[in-house]
């Protein structure tokens, strides 16, 4: 697994090809000195200062096989508020953060609030300005690597380390000082083994005086396949936004939305789970809470809390042996703890109940002997 710190080293070895560059700067500059030419670059301090918060419409976000309907929409504010999602046309997901980081699930309608390579995913980029600007009063630290081409343009190389100590590279091209491209570690979906990824960020237009990037493509390092990216067609600044627009959706919960978010909020004590399932199950003999368990499962899973959702996700497939999704959520509890021969006999399980089961198939494929 390669450091955070190490990126740089892997870059010539793949497609996108970010080589030592052999020229001299015509005029030695620090990195603070390349800081304040991009913030000169994208408007000034006057023009970032003015705004607000920023609203994205319109986006298309694809990935692998997934394209979206063009429907995309995020908002962000000061001083640190984010939201992915439209409060008024929620659709099936949405996450955001309010000071703390959250996710919303539609189906069932629960909200969670998220801790590691999730929340760091959300709160990293909250708020509107680059993690550039300000970097100090961020609790951030920067260092100049040096020099490079990227696509055959001269771009100086900057590591930013923030105050939780997650690693970026910013590309920032030498005769533009706009940032062409940034790289770093983190887990897919923030589940997983880390990937190192470079996103290339393009088609800069001018956002009340402040040129804000509209395109974003997620290459992964060092594949050089892209993993994701983003067109956003409408960014706007400085919208009437409602006081609780960044916070979760307030709805009524029936008791099985409650259980679920009660496992979760206590994921980090075992005991405490196991208590509130069995009191549960005890209570409410005639609900069927299998899809509620495998929900609460995988994002206890998400959280690291891998003892938990392993303990969970088993008492769950003793509940419910003959259900395909039940026993495809254990195996993949197995699978992220390691036992790859439980997950296979999991996945098989699965498929012995639903030979049509897709996601069963692909995971055991993924893990053949």
Not at 10 to 21: D, G, H, M, Q
Not at 91 to 104: F, N, Q, R, S, V
Request: charged content about 25%.
């Amino acid at each position: 697994m390669l450091s955070k710190n190490s990126i740089c080293n892997r870059f010539p070895v793949v497609a996108l090809s970010i080589l030592v560059c052999g020229v001299a700067c015509a005029e030695p500059l620090s990195v603070d000195d390349i800081i304040d030419r991009y913030v000169d670059a994208i408007g000034g301090r006057a023009s970032i200062d003015a705004i607000e918060n920023l609203v994205y419409t319109d986006g298309t976000y694809e990935e692998g096989d997934y394209k979206s309907d063009g429907d995309s929409t995020m908002s962000v504010a000061r001083p640190w508020f984010k939201l992915v999602g439209d409060k008024e046309n929620p659709g099936g997901y949405m996450e955001g953060y309010d000071g703390a980081a959250w996710e919303w699930f539609s189906d069932p309608s629960i909200v969670l609030r998220t801790v590691g390579a999730a929340s760091e995913a959300i709160r990293h980029y909250a708020g509107v300005e680059s993690p550039l600007v300000d970097y100090r009063d961020k609790g951030s630290s920067v260092e100049l690597l040096g020099e490079r081409e990227l696509d055959e343009r001269p771009v100086y190389v900057i590591r930013l380390t923030r105050r939780d100590g997650y690693v970026e590279q910013f590309y920032v091209n030498r005769d533009t000082y706009l940032i062409n491209a940034s790289s770093g570690e983190a887990p897919l979906h923030a589940f997983g083994e880390d990937i190192t990824t470079v996103t290339r960020i393009a088609d800069y237009r001018d956002v009340n005086g402040v040129l804000i990037a509209h395109r974003f493509v997620s290459i992964q390092i060092p594949s050089g396949s892209v993993v994701s990216s983003m067109q956003w067609e409408s960014i706007r600044a400085n919208l009437p936004l409602p006081e609780d627009w960044f916070s979760p959706p307030d709805f009524e919960r029936t008791p099985l939305q409650h259980f679920i978010e009660s496992l979760f909020g206590q994921r980090s004590d075992l005991d405490s789970v196991m208590w509130t399932y069995n009191e549960f199950v005890h209570a409410f003999p005639d609900v069927d809470t299998s899809n509620a368990v495998n929900v609460a499962g995988f994002q206890i899973l998400k959280m690291g809390d891998i003892e938990t959702a392993v303990a969970l996700l088993e008492q769950n497939a003793r509940d419910y042996p003959t259900s395909a999704s039940t026993r495809f959520g254990l195996g993949r509890a197995y699978q992220t703890a390691g036992s790859l021969d439980r997950a296979r006999e999991e996945y098989q399980a699965a498929l012995d109940t639903d030979s049509s089961y897709e996601r069963a198939k692909n995971a055991l494929a993924a893990i053949a002997d």
